[in-house]
């Protein structure tokens, strides 16, 4: 029986999870890009936007089967005395009941759709995935209880490994486009092995099925679930509205626009997997003040990494859509330029709803969810018809301006915290200065990759004079 006690973590833990995290996660998405550009440059428009519609229906079902349990799973463990093996086998058992509704799920939304039989073939492939994620997503929350993160994320890059070689092969080969959802399914089985025998071998974990718990888990998970589907839905959006209006083409240059956020959103979990666990520890403690400074300094990590992407794709937008998907894409461009506003959004409102789960409010995040997809749904029927592609990029924003607004009210009302907007407003300023000098060195001919590096430099220098960095850094380690 393996039973874990909440207790203080020390800054070495911490320090070394996040630097091995981050490098893993760079390995992990130059593999994942390589991938991407390699079906990208294989399909046409058409065929992508299909691909890209089975990816979006596969993605937003594995979210409705997660239903929020492995971050529950995460602070349930967290608690004094509680069995780890007893959690994670029950959250696996009903993680993979719903991972079976969500195979049929899939094949239903391609209906709707009015998909080919090749497209189902595809979407059935993918879906399989489902049923591997239920349970490695939760034998990895082992690793996040003990602040070893870097332990997933090295398994993580060896499926991506072994996912992109297959894609490669399957290219080579000329595979169709259900054969092209095959590596991540191999991929997934093989990292669920190795983390099944790391978690037992190394930490004794020993899975159980413990009925009186699950009353309890699917309890607290029931407004959790709903709120990341949505959540997440509305962030999809855009994409299904497109699919909906516009020809597949149009779906595919989207998606081509959207992929590289997507990848650059879901890289910033480096950071909250980190961040998260953390703000759990701090609120569960004895006064606010070390959950405040997390809460704080958190929000302005990430906002500090997640404005290099506009600083850099607001100016060269162009010049990146030409050298990774081709001529073939060039439409790309203006949605991808929109969308690098989004990402930054999109991932401190992703951080506020866990700040909000780690304190018990997550049904408040259902709430204004909820009223954010009203929103999102409004906003890209109107936009996307109005101005097309670019429509729906700016209903992202949109969208998540006003849950930024909701999220930030609802952790001051609930948790008595507040953001620094001086600090971040500085931030900001400090990044329009460095897209500025970006884009006067781009209209004067500087090499565009040349012009990159001085906006970039610009921004790091700019955040080292005001100090920002330094405070980051003796706040969270």
């Known amino acids: 029986m393996t039973t874990r006690a909440a207790g203080p973590v020390g800054s070495g833990s911490v320090t070394l999870s996040a630097a091995s995290q981050l490098g893993a996660k760079v390995v992990h998405l130059l593999l994942n890009a390589v991938s991407t550009l390699a079906v990208l440059r294989y399909l046409a428009p058409d065929a992508y936007g299909t691909y890209v519609l089975v990816l979006t229906i596969t993605t937003l079902v594995g979210v409705v089967a997660d239903f929020g349990l492995p971050k529950l799973a995460v602070r349930e463990m967290l608690r004094p005395g509680q069995v780890e093996g007893d959690v994670v086998g029950t959250v696996i058992v009903v993680r993979l009941g719903l991972a079976v509704l969500g195979v049929l799920g899939v094949q239903v939304a391609l209906s709707l759709f009015h998909q080919s039989p090749q497209a189902h073939l595809a979407g059935l492939i993918a879906s399989l995935g489902i049923l591997v994620e239920a349970v490695l997503g939760i ?14 994320a090295g398994i993580r890059v060896v499926a991506e490994a072994i996912e992109t070689t297959l894609v ?19 991929g997934l089985l093989v990292g669920t092995v190795l983390a099944v025998a790391l978690a ?74 980190v961040l998260y666990p953390l703000a759990t520890s701090a609120w569960a403690a004895p006064g606010r003040d070390r959950f405040l400074e997390i809460y704080r300094r ?34 790309s461009a203006l949605p991808l330029q929109v969308l690098g506003v989004a990402v930054v959004l999109m991932t401190v409102n992703a951080w506020q709803s866990l700040v909000l789960l780690a304190g018990g409010h997550q049904r408040v995040t259902l709430r204004y969810n909820l009223a954010a997809l009203a929103v999102s749904l409004v906003l890209c029927l109107v936009l996307v018809r109005a101005v097309g592609l670019v429509g729906a990029a700016l209903a992202a924003v949109a969208t998540g301006v006003f849950v930024l607004w909701a999220s930030t009210r609802a952790v001051r009302r609930h948790m008595g915290a507040t953001l620094d907007v001086a600090v971040l407003a500085r931030v900001v300023a400090v990044a329009v200065a460095a897209t500025v000098t970006l884009w006067a060195l781009d209209r004067i001919g500087v090499p565009w990759p040349l012009a990159t590096i001085a906006g970039l430099a610009a921004y790091g220098i700019g955040l080292l004079k005001l100090g920002v960095l330094r405070s980051l850094k003796e706040a969270l380690t």
């Open 200 to 273: 037992s071998r190394r930490f004794g974990l020993q899975p159980r099925f413990h009925a009186p718990l699950v009353r309890g888990l699917v309890r607290e998970a029931l407004p959790l679930g709903p709120a990341l589907m949505i959540g997440v839905l509305y962030l999809k959006l855009d994409s299904f509205v497109v699919a909906a209006l516009r020809p597949s083409s149009d779906l595919g240059l989207y998606g081509a626009a959207y992929q590289p956020i997507e990848y650059l959103f879901l890289g910033s979990a480096v950071f909250i997997n």
């Open 139 to 152: 034998v990895v929350t082992i690793f996040h209880t003990r602040f070893v993160q870097q332990y997933e």
């Open 168 to 186: 490669l092969v399957l290219i080579a080969r000329g595979a169709s486009l259900p054969m092209l959802f095959v590596p991540p399914l191999v």
């Open 298 to 331: 958190g929000t302005e990590l990430l906002v500090v990494l997640m404005l290099v992407v506009p600083v850099v794709v607001l100016v060269v937008a162009d010049d990146l859509v030409h050298l990774a998907f081709g001529p073939a894409y060039a439409a």
